[in-house]
């Protein structure tokens, strides 16, 4: 059953073999011969080929490399410098950062004495509680807005960066 079907679906396909004289291509050539053949399958890929003892080296900041402190081939610890990068806009934010910082400086110089005059009028019955509270207030933002300026300046540069340049 299974090869009158096989049979039949080549008959249909027009591969079927006949006794009788061929009629068309295959009349011309009395057997084929397979043999094994190479096909070029080239096909376009996108890769990165990373070398297994290399590793690359990441800084903090962008910028441009200032001063490289290895030659290609020696070799590096771990937490070793290898090279320093700088960049001018870091230095002027650095500069803008260190405005900012003497200006609340100043503000909390100044509302320090303000804090330490009410302390004594309210000792003395001159102001009521409330003053007090309110030159507390303006003394402990101050406060907090030169902590909040001196964690910006350390987060912005890091540890290993200073006048505008950084460690890789």
Same mark, same amino acid.
């Given at each position: 059953?299974?090869?009158?079907?096989?049979? /039949?679906?080549?008959?249909?396909?027009?591969?079927?073999?006949?006794?009788?004289?061929?009629?068309?291509?295959?009349?011309?050539?009395?057997? +084929? $011969?397979?043999?094994? @053949?190479?096909?070029?399958? &080239?096909? /376009?890929?996108?890769?990165?080929?990373?070398? /297994? #003892?290399?590793?690359? !080296?990441?800084?903090?900041?962008?910028?441009?490399?200032?001063?490289?402190?290895?030659? &290609?081939?020696?070799?590096?610890? @771990?937490?070793?410098?290898?090279?320093?990068?700088?960049? *001018?806009?870091?230095?002027?934010?650095?500069?803008?950062?260190?405005? @900012?910082?003497?200006?609340?400086?100043?503000? %909390?110089?100044?509302?320090?004495?303000?804090?330490?005059?009410? &302390?004594?009028? +309210? /000792?003395?019955?001159?102001?009521?509680? $409330?003053?007090?509270? *309110?030159?507390?207030?303006? +003394? #402990?933002?101050?406060?907090?807005?030169?902590?909040? %300026?001196?964690?910006?300046?350390?987060?912005?540069?890091?540890?290993?960066? &200073?006048?505008? !340049?950084?460690?890789?």
């Amino acid at each position: 059953m299974r090869t009158s079907l096989i049979v /039949a679906a080549l008959a249909v396909l027009g591969l079927g073999f006949s006794p009788g004289p061929c009629i068309g291509p295959a009349a011309a050539a009395d057997s +084929f $011969t397979v043999s094994p @053949q190479k096909v070029a399958d &080239e096909k /376009a890929v996108f890769a990165t080929v990373e070398s /297994a #003892n290399i590793v690359p !080296a990441r800084a903090r900041i962008g910028g441009t490399v200032a001063e490289l402190t290895v030659k &290609e081939g020696d070799e590096v610890a @771990q937490g070793a410098v290898v090279a320093t990068v700088g960049d *001018e806009k870091l230095a002027l934010q650095m500069k803008s950062l260190d405005a @900012q910082i003497s200006g609340i400086e100043a503000q %909390l110089a100044q509302a320090k004495s303000d804090l330490d005059r009410a &302390e004594d009028l +309210f /000792a003395k019955g001159t102001i009521p509680k $409330t003053r007090l509270d *309110e030159t507390r207030t303006v +003394f #402990n933002v101050g406060t907090n807005s030169h902590r909040a %300026l001196g964690d910006l300046g350390a987060v912005a540069v890091g540890p290993d960066v &200073e006048d505008g !340049a950084g460690l890789v």
